[in-house]
T-cell receptor, first 114, second 117 residues
Framework: AQSVTQPDIHITVSEGASLELRCNYS??????LFWYVQSPGQGLQLLLK??????LVQGIKGFEAEFKRSQSSFNLRKPSVHWSDAAEYFC????????????FGAGTRLTVKP | DVKVTQSSRYLVKRTGEKVFLECVQD?????MFWYRQDPGLGLRLIYF???????EKGDIPEGYSVSREKKERFSLILESASTNQTSMYLC????????????????FGPGTRLLVL
């Protein structure tokens, strides 16, 4: 079965600094990969997803993620963080054939310092 | 825009009460999901429905049941609430394309934070 690890529970960055959130997955083949963001008190919003093709994926709000098969990773990046990016970020993985078997990481909470 | 709504943002219930959490989506999605979210554990699937009156157990179905009488509505029922069911409950929906690559984006509601006393 697939699984997802987000090694960082909490990250603090200064506003304007770059950001990288780590995500490692375990799956026997190439899964479908997702990053979601959850603002305080809100549901999850999709930032970006990778199904196939170009391994560098652009998402909303200036985020991007890179799929690296050799490292089983799908790290999320943003070149310059804004205070409004403070939220919790979830990486998720799912097999291509099964819509009800999505696995979520435990989440990384991002704090942005002024 | 896909819209998934949940009937309550916050609920406080007593141990032993029967609790209903309602979810409605407006995009004619076939699939609907109920997750619970707990700190450090991420999201865990409780139940999943791929069609009206159809349901499948997820990873943690114990203590829960579901109902899907209409395509747009998916209800989560706690038959007898217990304190260990205090959590954030998230509903999601997705379309079904079938075939070998049927994984589709799930769209989430705002969540219901349930406190069981």
């Amino acid at each position: 079965a697939q699984s997802v690890t987000q090694p960082d529970i909490h990250i603090t960055v200064s506003e304007g600094a770059s950001l990288e959130l780590r995500c490692n997955y375990s799956y026997g083949a190439t899964p479908y990969l997702f990053w979601y963001v959850q603002s305080p008190g809100q549901g999850l919003q999709l930032l970006l997803k990778y199904f196939s093709g170009d391994t560098l994926v652009q998402g909303i709000k200036g985020f991007e993620a890179e799929f690296k098969r050799s490292q089983s990773s799908f790290n999320l990046r943003k070149p310059s963080v804004h205070w409004s990016d403070a939220a919790e970020y979830f990486c998720a993985v799912g097999p291509p054939y099964n819509n009800n078997d999505m696995r979520f990481g435990a989440g990384t909470r991002l704090t942005v310092k002024p | 825009d896909v819209k998934v709504t949940q009937s309550s943002r916050y609920l406080v219930k007593r141990t032993g009460e029967k609790v209903f959490l309602e979810c409605v989506q407006d995009m004619d999605h076939e699939n609907m999901f109920w997750y619970r979210q707990d700190p450090g554990l991420g999201l865990r699937l409780i139940y999943f429905s791929y069609d009206v009156k159809m349901k499948e157990k997820g990873d943690i179905p114990e203590g829960y049941s579901v109902s899907r009488e209409k395509k747009e509505r998916f209800s989560l029922i706690l038959e007898s609430a217990s304190t260990n069911q205090t959590s954030m409950y998230l509903c999601a929906s997705s379309s079904w394309t079938g075939g070998a690559s049927s994984q589709e984006t799930q769209y989430f509601g705002p969540g219901t934070r349930l406190l069981v006393l």
